[in-house]
């Protein structure tokens, strides 16, 4: 295990936030972190929003049906990709978990919450005055955390093969 490893094995969602407002700072290297994401191509098929309007982030969280929490989050960030790219979904999660990771790294909380396959995609994009060439990927509100739950994993031998699956 190294500090990175143990970053990425420390992260849990977070769906209770304190009203402390994230450091600009924070926000703008976790951005970085996401646009440094791998993508097909190289072609970076995305657009990352920062909401933190109260009203807005109260909307977000009412359209969606398991992110009813975004409304008493200080910010959420939405990620678009662009239709036309032919692997935006997996372009645009690799730039969500990024952001994520990004995020925990400077201590900040934050949840995935689905958008693609979801039928408030379109309506969020419209909400956002997204332009039509964008299609909601990922919904990541962030914040100091407030309280950690921790999700229990499967073990990882039994998800993992090397050279030759052999069944049991
Ligand atoms: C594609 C995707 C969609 C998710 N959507 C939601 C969601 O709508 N609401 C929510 O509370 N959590 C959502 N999650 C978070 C998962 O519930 C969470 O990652 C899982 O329970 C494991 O917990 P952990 O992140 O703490 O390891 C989503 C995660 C992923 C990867």
Redesign the pocket.
């Known amino acids: 295990m190294n500090v990175i490893t143990a970053v990425i094995k420390g992260?849990?969602?977070i769906?209770k936030f304190k009203q402390a407002p994230v450091d600009e700072a924070f926000i703008h290297d976790a951005i970085e972190c996401a646009v440094h994401a791998p993508t097909a191509m190289n072609l970076q098929p995305w657009l990352i929003g920062v909401v933190r309007d109260k009203v807005m982030l109260g909307k977000i969280a009412e359209l969606?049906?398991?992110?009813k929490?975004i409304s008493q989050a200080p910010l959420c960030f939405t990620v678009f990709g662009e239709r036309t790219a032919k692997y935006y979904l997996e372009d645009c999660?690799a730039a969500t978990e990024n952001l994520i990771l990004g995020l925990h790294s400077y201590g900040v909380g934050s949840?995935?919450?689905?958008g693609d396959k979801k039928e408030y995609a379109e309506d969020i994009r419209k909400l956002l005055d997204v332009p039509e060439k964008y299609t909601l990927v990922?919904l990541v509100p962030a914040g100091l955390p407030d309280d950690v739950?921790?999700?229990t994993?499967k073990e990882t031998k039994k998800l993992v093969f090397f050279d030759q699956f052999k069944k049991e």
């Open positions: 992260r849990h969602s769906r969606t049906d398991h992110g929490f999660c949840c995935w919450v689905a990922s739950a921790l999700a994993k």
